[in-house]
C-alpha cells in the first residue's frame, strides 16, 4: 500500500482526487455530450479554419512591412534594416483550438526595442492598418489594463496586443516560454506575454471537449465576461486544467459533473493554482502573488493564479456581487448533472439553458451610451464597458454590500437608435438585510456621479460622446433586448429552473390536492398579474419621481430632454411614508437571479472528503493574511473614492463615511429608494472631469 502511495503521480500542487477510468456509461454519455455541442454549432467548418489561417498570414505580412516603416523612419543601419522583423503570435481559446464559428483571434504582436507603444504601435501601425480596405472596425483601447487595438481583417475579428522586448532584433523562432524573454520588460508588456506563455502552460492540460463544453455553459449562463466582472477564457481555461489534473483518467462527462462538484465546495478565496508558485526560479524579481507579502492579494475573491512565471492573479476583477452570482451557478450546474446521472433530465439542454436575466429582477440599471457617428460610438461603447465593472465596485462600496448588482455581460443595440447602445445591470437587496437597515433607503446618486466623471475621463473623448444612467423597473425593459424584439412570457414552463420551482413550491400529496393547489396558483398569477398592469399604468401616467437618482431617467429607460426636479414635495411624502419594500413586500413577485434548486441530498462520498482535504494545502497561506488583514484592512478614505482605489479593482473594508457634503448636496437629499409605484423623468447634466 505504501508503495501505491509512493509511486502515485501527482499532476498538480496535490494528488489527483481520483485515477478511476471512464466506465462504459460515461463513453456513451461522452458521445451525447459531443453531439450536442456539434449540433449546438461549437465548432467551425475546415473552410473558415483556412480563412482563419490566411488571415493570420495576412496580418503577420501587416506587421512585418510596419516594422521595416519604423526601422527606416528610425535611421537604422541597413543590416538593422534588412533584419528588422515583428512576429505575430496567438493565445486564448484560438490557440487552444476551442474557439467557435465567428469567435474573435486573441493575437500579440512582438516587436523590437525601438518600435513604441504610443507612437509605433497605436500611431503608425494603427494608420497603416485604418487605410487598409479589408480592415473595419478599427478601435483601439491604449489606456486599457492590457492596452489593444481590435479590428476586423477580411471579415475575421482581431484583438491585437502588443510587446516591445529589449531587443534589437526579433527571431522568427523566439520562444515566449523563457523566463529570460521578460528582462527589462515593462509592465504592459509583461500582462501582454502572459496570455501566451499562460496557454503554453496549460495546453497539454486543458481537455478539449470540456473547456469547450464549459465555454458555452458559461455563455449561456451570463457568467463568461472578464470586462463586467465575470470570468473570461483564460480564465474558465485554468478552472478545467485545474479538474482535468484532479481526474487524469476521466471522460468528459465525468469531468463536466466534477467541475460543478469541487468548484460548489470550493472555499473562495483559496486560489486556484496548476503549479506551485516558485519565486526562486527566475533572478529578475518581478512580482508575484503573493498575499503574505502584497496586502492587497489578499483581497481578491476569486484568485486564479496563472501558471507562467510572474504568477499572478487573472480574475482580479471579479466582485462579490458576481463571485455570489458565479457560485450560485456552480450549485445549479452540480444539481442538474447530478440529474442527469440519475437520468432525471432531459439530456444535456437542462445545463445549456440561457440565463433569464431580465426576468430575475425588479429593479435595473441602464446605461445609454451615445456618439456622434459609427466609428467615436466604437471607441466610446469600448471605453465604457471596460470601466462597467467599476460601477459593480462603487455600488458595493458605497452601499456596504447590502445592494446586490448583476451586470448583464453584453451590450445591446436599438436599430432605431443606430448611434446608441445600451449596458444593463439587475438590482436587489442582500437577503437577510432588514427592510429599513438603519431607517434610511439607498442612496447611489453620488456613486452614479462618482462613474460619470471616471468614464469622462476618457483620454480621447471629444464632443459628442455621452452617457446616461436610468433606473428602471422590470416592466420597464425597452423591447430591443429581447430576441425579436418582442418580450416573453415570464416564468415559461418546461425549462428546469420552472420545473424546479414548481417541484419546490407545489409538493405532489395527491391528484385532487395537485389540481387545487395548482388552480389556486393560476388564480394568484392572474391577480398579481392585474396588479402589475394597473402599477404600470400608473407609472406611464405619473410624474412624479418616486426613485430619486441624480441621473438621467425616462420613460423605458430613454433619457429625457426635460429638465425636472429631483424629487417633488409629494414624492418625498410618499418616501417618508413608505414602509414596505419590494424585495421583501411581494414573496410572489420576487425573482432572484440564482435560485437553489431543491434536489435529494446525496450522503458525502469519500470524493467529496478529499476535495476537502485538498483545500487545507493553501490555509496555511490563506489564514496568516486574514489575520493580518483583520486589524490593519481598513482604509482611510471613507468619504472619498479615489480613482486609483477604483482602477485597481480591490474591494477594501470600510468605515463609515463622513458626510462633508455642501448646502446645494444636501438638497438632493431624495434618494435610489427601491421601493416605488411610479416612475418619471429626470434630467441630469452630465459631468466631465477633467
Same mark, same amino acid.
Given at each position: 500500500?505504501?508503495?501505491?502511495?509512493?509511486?502515485?503521480?501527482?499532476?498538480?500542487?496535490?494528488?489527483?482526487?481520483?485515477?478511476?477510468?471512464?466506465?462504459?456509461?460515461?463513453?456513451?454519455?461522452?458521445?451525447?455530450?459531443?453531439?450536442?455541442?456539434?449540433?449546438?454549432?461549437?465548432?467551425?467548418?475546415?473552410?473558415?479554419?483556412?480563412?482563419?489561417?490566411?488571415?493570420?498570414? @495576412?496580418?503577420?505580412?501587416?506587421?512585418?512591412?510596419?516594422?521595416?516603416?519604423?526601422?527606416?523612419?528610425?535611421?537604422?543601419?541597413?543590416?538593422?534594416?534588412?533584419?528588422?522583423?515583428?512576429?505575430?503570435?496567438?493565445?486564448?481559446?484560438?490557440?487552444?483550438?476551442?474557439?467557435?464559428?465567428?469567435?474573435?483571434?486573441?493575437?500579440?504582436?512582438?516587436?523590437?526595442?525601438?518600435?513604441?507603444?504610443?507612437?509605433? /504601435?497605436?500611431?503608425?501601425?494603427?494608420?497603416?492598418?485604418?487605410?487598409?480596405?479589408?480592415?473595419?472596425?478599427?478601435?483601439?483601447?491604449?489606456?486599457?489594463?492590457?492596452?489593444?487595438?481590435?479590428?476586423?481583417?477580411?471579415?475575421?475579428?482581431?484583438?491585437?496586443?502588443?510587446?516591445?522586448?529589449?531587443?534589437?532584433?526579433?527571431?522568427?523562432?523566439?520562444?515566449?516560454?523563457?523566463?529570460?524573454?521578460?528582462?527589462?520588460?515593462?509592465?504592459?508588456?509583461?500582462?501582454?506575454?502572459?496570455?501566451?506563455?499562460?496557454?503554453?502552460?496549460?495546453?497539454?492540460?486543458?481537455?478539449?471537449?470540456?473547456?469547450?463544453?464549459?465555454?458555452?455553459?458559461?455563455?449561456?449562463?451570463?457568467?463568461?465576461?472578464?470586462?463586467?466582472?465575470?470570468?473570461?477564457?483564460?480564465?474558465?481555461?485554468?478552472?478545467?486544467?485545474?479538474?482535468?489534473?484532479?481526474?487524469?483518467?476521466?471522460?468528459?462527462?465525468?469531468?463536466?459533473?466534477?467541475?460543478?462538484?469541487?468548484?460548489?465546495?470550493?472555499?473562495?478565496?483559496?486560489?486556484?493554482?496548476?503549479?506551485?508558485?516558485?519565486?526562486?526560479?527566475?533572478?529578475?524579481?518581478?512580482?508575484?502573488?503573493?498575499?503574505?507579502?502584497?496586502?492587497?492579494?489578499?483581497?481578491?475573491?476569486?484568485?486564479?493564479?496563472?501558471?507562467?512565471?510572474?504568477?499572478?492573479?487573472?480574475?482580479?476583477?471579479?466582485?462579490?456581487?458576481?463571485?455570489?452570482?458565479?457560485?450560485?451557478?456552480?450549485? @445549479?450546474?452540480?444539481?442538474?448533472?447530478?440529474?442527469?446521472?440519475?437520468?432525471?433530465?432531459?439530456?444535456?439542454?437542462?445545463?445549456?439553458?440561457?440565463?433569464?436575466?431580465?426576468?430575475?429582477?425588479?429593479?435595473?440599471?441602464?446605461?445609454?451610451?451615445?456618439?456622434?457617428?459609427?466609428?467615436?460610438?466604437?471607441?466610446?461603447?469600448?471605453? !465604457?464597458?471596460?470601466?462597467?465593472?467599476?460601477?459593480?465596485?462603487?455600488?458595493?462600496?458605497?452601499?456596504?454590500?447590502?445592494?446586490?448588482?448583476?451586470?448583464?455581460?453584453?451590450?445591446?443595440?436599438?436599430?432605431?437608435?443606430?448611434?446608441?447602445?445600451?449596458?444593463?445591470?439587475?438590482?436587489?437587496?442582500?437577503?437577510?438585510?432588514?427592510?429599513?437597515?438603519?431607517?434610511?433607503? /439607498?442612496?447611489?446618486?453620488?456613486?452614479?456621479?462618482?462613474?460619470?466623471?471616471?468614464?469622462?475621463?476618457?483620454?480621447?473623448?471629444?464632443?459628442?460622446?455621452?452617457?446616461? !444612467?436610468?433606473?428602471?423597473?422590470?416592466?420597464?425593459?425597452?423591447?430591443?433586448?429581447?430576441?425579436?424584439?418582442?418580450?416573453?412570457?415570464?416564468?415559461?414552463?418546461?425549462?428546469?429552473?420552472?420545473?424546479?420551482?414548481?417541484?419546490?413550491?407545489?409538493?405532489?400529496?395527491?391528484?385532487?390536492?395537485?389540481?387545487?393547489?395548482?388552480?389556486?396558483?393560476?388564480?394568484?398569477?392572474?391577480?398579481?398579474?392585474?396588479?402589475?398592469?394597473?402599477?404600470?399604468? $400608473?407609472?406611464?401616467?405619473?410624474?412624479?419621481?418616486?426613485?430619486? !437618482?441624480?441621473?438621467?431617467?425616462?420613460?423605458?429607460?430613454?433619457?429625457?430632454?426635460?429638465?425636472?426636479?429631483?424629487?417633488?414635495?409629494?414624492?418625498?411624502?410618499?418616501?417618508?411614508?413608505?414602509?414596505?419594500?419590494?424585495?421583501?413586500?411581494?414573496?410572489?413577485?420576487?425573482?432572484?437571479?440564482?435560485?437553489?434548486?431543491?434536489?435529494?441530498?446525496?450522503?458525502?462520498?469519500?470524493?467529496?472528503?478529499?476535495?476537502?482535504?485538498?483545500?487545507?494545502?493553501?490555509?496555511?497561506?490563506?489564514?496568516?493574511?486574514?489575520?493580518?488583514?483583520?486589524?490593519?484592512?481598513?482604509?482611510?478614505?471613507?468619504?472619498?473614492?479615489?480613482?486609483?482605489?477604483?482602477?485597481?479593482?480591490?474591494?477594501?473594508?470600510?468605515?463609515?463615511?463622513?458626510?462633508?457634503?455642501?448646502?446645494?448636496? $444636501?438638497?438632493?437629499?431624495?434618494?435610489?429608494?427601491?421601493?416605488?409605484?411610479?416612475?418619471?423623468?429626470?434630467?441630469?447634466?452630465?459631468?466631465?472631469?477633467?
Amino acid at each position: 500500500m505504501a508503495s501505491v502511495q509512493k509511486n502515485r503521480q501527482r499532476y498538480g500542487i496535490t494528488e489527483p482526487i481520483s485515477l478511476g477510468g471512464p466506465t462504459e456509461l460515461d463513453v456513451i454519455k461522452t458521445r451525447a455530450l459531443e453531439k450536442y455541442l456539434q449540433d449546438a454549432g461549437l465548432y467551425e467548418s475546415n473552410e473558415e479554419a483556412l480563412r482563419r489561417e490566411e488571415v493570420l498570414g @495576412r496580418l503577420d505580412e501587416i506587421v512585418k512591412t510596419w516594422i521595416k516603416k519604423i526601422s527606416r523612419d528610425k535611421g537604422l543601419s541597413d543590416e538593422t534594416l534588412e533584419q528588422a522583423n515583428a512576429k505575430i503570435f496567438t493565445f486564448g481559446s484560438y490557440r487552444l483550438k476551442v474557439h467557435g464559428p465567428g469567435a474573435d483571434i486573441d493575437t500579440l504582436c512582438v516587436g523590437p526595442r525601438y518600435a513604441t507603444r504610443g507612437n509605433g /504601435f497605436f500611431g503608425e501601425l494603427h494608420r497603416m492598418l485604418s487605410e487598409l480596405p479589408e480592415v473595419t472596425e478599427l478601435h483601439s483601447v491604449p489606456d486599457a489594463y492590457v492596452p489593444l487595438m481590435g479590428f476586423k481583417l477580411n471579415g475575421v475579428s482581431i484583438d491585437l496586443l502588443y510587446a516591445k522586448l529589449p531587443l534589437w532584433i526579433i527571431p522568427e523562432d523566439l520562444d515566449l516560454s523563457a523566463d529570460s524573454i521578460l528582462q527589462n520588460a515593462d509592465e504592459q508588456t509583461v500582462r501582454s506575454l502572459n496570455g501566451c506563455r499562460v496557454t503554453d502552460q496549460i495546453f497539454r492540460l486543458s481537455f478539449r471537449t470540456t473547456l469547450r463544453c464549459i465555454r458555452f455553459w458559461a455563455k449561456k449562463r451570463g457568467v463568461y465576461s472578464n470586462v463586467s466582472g465575470f470570468l473570461g477564457g483564460i480564465n474558465w481555461a485554468l478552472l478545467v486544467a485545474r479538474i482535468c489534473q484532479l481526474y487524469p483518467n476521466a471522460l468528459p462527462n465525468m469531468l463536466v459533473s466534477r467541475f460543478f462538484r469541487v468548484y460548489t465546495q470550493w472555499r473562495w478565496p483559496n486560489p486556484i493554482l496548476l503549479c506551485s508558485i516558485d519565486e526562486e526560479v527566475s533572478s529578475l524579481g518581478l512580482q508575484v502573488w503573493d498575499p503574505r507579502r502584497n496586502p492587497k492579494d489578499g483581497l481578491h475573491k476569486m484568485p486564479i493564479i496563472t501558471p507562467a512565471y510572474p504568477c499572478m492573479n487573472s480574475s482580479y476583477n471579479v466582485s462579490s456581487s458576481t463571485l455570489r452570482i458565479m457560485t450560485g451557478e456552480f450549485q @445549479r450546474g452540480k444539481d442538474v448533472c447530478a440529474a442527469l446521472e440519475a437520468n432525471k433530465a432531459d439530456q444535456w439542454d437542462a445545463l445549456f439553458e440561457p440565463f433569464a436575466f431580465f426576468e430575475s429582477y425588479k429593479n435595473y440599471l441602464q446605461i445609454n451610451i451615445s456618439a456622434s457617428n459609427v466609428d467615436d460610438l466604437k471607441k466610446w461603447k469600448g471605453w !465604457v464597458e471596460s470601466r462597467f465593472r467599476q460601477l459593480t465596485l462603487m455600488v458595493e462600496r458605497h452601499t456596504y454590500d447590502m445592494l446586490q448588482c448583476h451586470p448583464h455581460p453584453h451590450g445591446f443595440q436599438d436599430d432605431s437608435r443606430p448611434l446608441q447602445c445600451s449596458l444593463f445591470m439587475g438590482l436587489q437587496r442582500k437577503q437577510g438585510v432588514p427592510e429599513a437597515a438603519g431607517g434610511k433607503p /439607498f442612496d447611489i446618486r453620488r456613486t452614479i456621479e462618482d462613474f460619470k466623471n471616471i468614464v469622462y475621463g476618457y483620454m480621447l473623448w471629444i464632443p459628442g460622446m455621452e452617457v446616461s !444612467v436610468s433606473h428602471i423597473m422590470r416592466r420597464s425593459i425597452p423591447s430591443f433586448v429581447f430576441p425579436g424584439g418582442a418580450r416573453p412570457l415570464r416564468n415559461s414552463k418546461g425549462t428546469w429552473d420552472s420545473k424546479r420551482c414548481s417541484e419546490q413550491r407545489v409538493p405532489s400529496t395527491g391528484s385532487s390536492s395537485t389540481t387545487t393547489t395548482s388552480s389556486e396558483s393560476k388564480a394568484v398569477k392572474k391577480r398579481k398579474l392585474r396588479e402589475d398592469e394597473k402599477l404600470t399604468d $400608473q407609472s406611464r401616467n405619473s410624474k412624479r419621481v418616486a426613485v430619486s !437618482v441624480h441621473v438621467e431617467n425616462g420613460e423605458n429607460g430613454s433619457p429625457s430632454s426635460s429638465a425636472g426636479s429631483i424629487c417633488s414635495a409629494p414624492m418625498k411624502d410618499h418616501c417618508t411614508k413608505s414602509e414596505s419594500d419590494p424585495f421583501s413586500k411581494d414573496a410572489g413577485e420576487s425573482h432572484h437571479p440564482i435560485e437553489k434548486i431543491a434536489t435529494r441530498q446525496v450522503s458525502p462520498s469519500q470524493e467529496s472528503a478529499e476535495v476537502e482535504d485538498n483545500f487545507g494545502f493553501i490555509n496555511q497561506m490563506v489564514k496568516q493574511v486574514s489575520n493580518k488583514g483583520a486589524s490593519s484592512g481598513t482604509t482611510t478614505n471613507g468619504s472619498s473614492f479615489s480613482n486609483e482605489a477604483v482602477e485597481e479593482l480591490e474591494d477594501v473594508q470600510m468605515q463609515q463615511p463622513v458626510m462633508t457634503h455642501k448646502a446645494s448636496v $444636501q438638497q438632493l437629499k431624495p434618494i435610489i429608494k427601491l421601493n416605488f409605484t411610479s416612475l418619471s423623468t429626470t434630467n441630469a447634466k452630465n459631468l466631465r472631469a477633467y
